[in-house]
């Protein structure tokens, strides 16, 4: 079985600040990991994959996340935050192997940015 | 441009009636994806079509149905809607390791 966890329905911070959302995974093998970005009353749009090599992965619009095996997490990061990234943020894994391109999805953290 | 569309955007249903809702894609993409998202779940899987005529069952394919005749559509058939299927409902393609999402449709079963 897999699952994502993301602790924090919302989190709040000034522009300017730098923003980590958090994000923690289950899975017995080597993971496939992912941000989705949910603008309100708009779709979900990719902004990051980790899939193997190197820790730390740069995304669209800024973002970065750090895939720590250690603590099976993979947290989002922006410095500084702009108030155009108030959005709601998926953190979704997909097992490798034979589970068949499944993703699944975290329950979202509602990002505000105050200008 | 990558672009998933969604027919209709928004259904007012009863109790009971079928539901059909279409999802296309001008991409090519083999596999596509419906989800339902409810407030404070995330994305939760229904079905997976792999390709024409190749479907599986998401995490929760109950009360849902789907239908892939051509690679560019994929279909969720809702027979005898229930309230509890009030949702809405997203539909995406994959290419490589990412997803593209339609724009969703809102489903409302009064």
């Known amino acids: 079985a897999q699952s994502v966890d993301q602790p924090d329905a919302h989190v709040t911070l000034y522009e300017g600040a730098s923003l980590e959302l958090r994000c923690s995974y289950s899975?017995?093998?080597?993971?496939?990991l992912f941000w989705y970005v949910q603008y309100p009353g708009q779709s979900l749009q990719f902004l990051l994959k980790y899939i193997t090599g190197d820790a730390v992965v740069k995304g669209t619009k800024g973002f970065e996340a750090e895939f720590r095996k250690s603590n099976s997490s993979f947290n989002l990061k922006k410095s500084p935050a702009h108030w155009s990234d108030s959005a709601k943020y998926f953190c979704?894994?997909?097992?490798?192997?034979?589970?068949?391109?499944?993703?699944?999805f975290g329950t979202g953290t509602s990002l505000l940015v105050d200008p | 441009d990558m672009k998933v569309t969604q027919m209709p955007r928004y259904l007012i249903k009863r109790m009971g009636e079928n539901v059909l809702l279409e999802c296309g894609q001008d991409?090519?993409?083999?596999?596509m994806y419906w989800y339902r998202q409810d407030p404070g779940l995330g994305l939760q899987l229904i079905y997976i079509?792999?390709?024409?005529?190749?479907?599986s069952e998401g995490d929760i394919p109950k009360g849902y149905r789907v239908s892939r005749k051509k690679r560019e559509h994929f279909s969720l058939i809702l027979d005898s809607a229930k309230t509890n299927q009030t949702s809405v409902y997203f539909c995406a393609s994959r290419l490589g390791y990412e997803q593209y999402f339609g724009p969703g449709t809102r489903l409302t079963v009064l």
């Open positions: 899975y017995s093998a080597a993971p496939y």
């Open positions: 991409m090519s993409h083999e596999t």
């Open positions: 979704a894994l997909e097992g490798g192997g034979n589970m068949g391109y499944k993703l699944t």
């Open positions: 079509s792999y390709d024409v005529d190749s479907n």
